[in-house]
């Protein structure tokens, strides 16, 4: 049952592997209990079943259960509980609990350092996630050196036109153009879209989004530039009064 709700799970057959899912963690509650290795995959297949489908509310008593049992069997640091903490961590920012995302994210990527280094791909995942639930609470600074090492370790681990390079370098330069910084974000953000259309060609739906960025950006740089002019005339005009 298990085997065939996974191999509906790789095929993005989210519906049909739900149902099979939802008996596996029945037997395996009944069978081996709540804590058995089994069940704790059960509970976390069907946490990540009901994610991908959009409904993070379903997921979140199952990702919950399912680190409290990582944690109880196999301790803070075993890679299934490092796991099962950035899953509860992506359930909780769907929802927009990052209150509650934030704690988790650090401690998943601490262990995560700690025990597979900076250059793992679950580390980087971490790494970016991180700084995006920092950037939506507001604390732009403290994004920064972590959208900064992404996109140092993805160009290092991955190469510059990888398509998850591609969006590390949007993500720091619409963070760049955030906080004021257009000469840094600007080219990152040309070379994004420079780099998606090369991969992906001209398809709207993987270029788009960064071109509308471009757009925006670019023009509020040049209003920033027109209203620095226009001060600079207004003090001139000023001096010779």
Partial sequence: MSCLALAQLDQDDFAAALPLFEQALAVCRRRVGDLDPNTLTCKYNLAECHAQM????????????????????????????????STLRAVHSELGHYDEALPLGRCALEGQRRTLGNEHAETQISISRVGFILQRM???????????????????????????????????????????RHGEGLPLLREAVAGRRKVHGE???????????????????????????????????????
């Fill in 54 to 85: 959009g409904n993070p509310r379903l997921a979140l008593p199952l990702a919950e259960e399912c680190l409290r049992g990582h944690q109880q069997t196999m301790g803070g640091e075993h890679q299934d509980t490092l796991l099962a903490m």
């Fill in 138 to 180: 507001g604390d732009k600074e403290g994004a920064l050196p972590l959208y900064e090492e992404d996109l140092r370790l993805s160009r290092r681990t991955l190469g510059s036109e990888h398509p998850e390079t591609l969006i590390a370098i949007a993500n720091l330069g619409s963070l760049y153009c955030s906080l004021g």
């Fill in 203 to 241: 398809d709207p739906t993987e270029t788009q989004e960064t071109f509308q960025e471009l757009e925006y950006w670019e023009a509020q740089a040049a209003e920033e530039v027109e209203e620095e002019t226009m001060s600079d005339r207004m003090r001139k005009r000023r001096r010779f009064r």
